[in-house]
């Protein structure tokens, strides 16, 4: 049973910057996990921002980027704003089967 | 724009089997190089990716579920559809379609209780 691991819950302060991590148990992620990213608000349906480790959609703003970073896949806010405050998932491709983390709560503040 | 909507039962019985529909708008299911799948969450949980179904025939499933979960098409609809068999308390959360994984259904509550 693979394990996909992320922080429960990051705090940051509006205007700066935080990275959020994505971990797998069966060793480093790579490209090959597509890892993608993405943003749920209360009572919404998530939404993607990032697909196959860094590729944005047309809607996701640029203050969002998605990274391999020390063996996990990462995703960057820079600026963050007031309306980032939201859970965020992470999704893994294990060649057959995806596998999302547990999720981090971002508050900002 | 696809996008999708949920449709089914929001009340199954334990043992029962739950059925879903997700009607797509916008596109058709069987063009394109897309997959079509299922994630759920349960109520103050994260999300947990169900299965899907790509255009060629091709199905893969959660390996927890898989032998309780079917994903089917019904191109002539344009709708595909959700079966997971034998329910208990467990399975009660909001199903979500979507198009992997640009597009999402809004999501519909099941619930599983007797």
């Known amino acids: 049973q693979t394990v996909v691991t992320q922080e429960p819950s990051l705090t940051v302060s509006p205007g700066g910057t935080v990275t959020l991590t994505c971990a797998s148990s069966?060793?480093?992620?790579?490209?090959?996990?597509?890892p993608n990213w993405f943003q749920q608000k209360p009572g919404q349906a998530p939404k993607t921002l990032i697909y196959?480790?860094?590729n944005k959609h047309s809607w996701t703003p640029a203050r969002f980027s998605g990274s391999l970073l020390g063996g996990k896949a990462a995703l960057t806010l820079s600026g963050v704003q007031p309306e980032d405050e939201a859970e965020y998932y992470c999704?893994?491709?294990?060649?057959?089967?995806?596998?999302f983390g547990g999720g981090t709560k971002l508050t900002v503040l | 724009q696809v996008q999708l909507q949920e449709s089914g039962p929001g009340l199954v019985r334990p043992s029962q089997t739950l059925s879903l529909t997700c009607t797509v708008s916008g596109g058709s299911i069987t063009s394109g190089d897309y997959y079509w799948g299922w994630i759920r969450q349960p109520a103050g949980k994260g999300l947990e990716w169900i299965g899907r179904?790509?255009?060629?025939?091709?199905?893969n499933y959660n390996p927890s579920l898989e032998s309780r979960v079917t994903i089917s098409i019904d191109s002539a609809k344009n709708q595909f559809s959700l079966k997971l068999t034998s329910v208990t308390a467990a399975d009660t959360a909001i199903y979500y379609c979507?198009?992997?994984?640009?597009?999402w259904g809004q999501g519909t509550l099941v619930t599983v209780s007797s």
């Open positions: 069966t060793g480093a992620v790579t490209s090959g996990y597509y």
């Open positions: 196959s480790t860094s």
């Open positions: 999704l893994l491709w294990y060649g057959g089967a995806w596998a």
């Open positions: 979507a198009r992997e994984f640009q597009f």
């Open positions: 179904f790509y255009t060629s025939g091709t199905t």
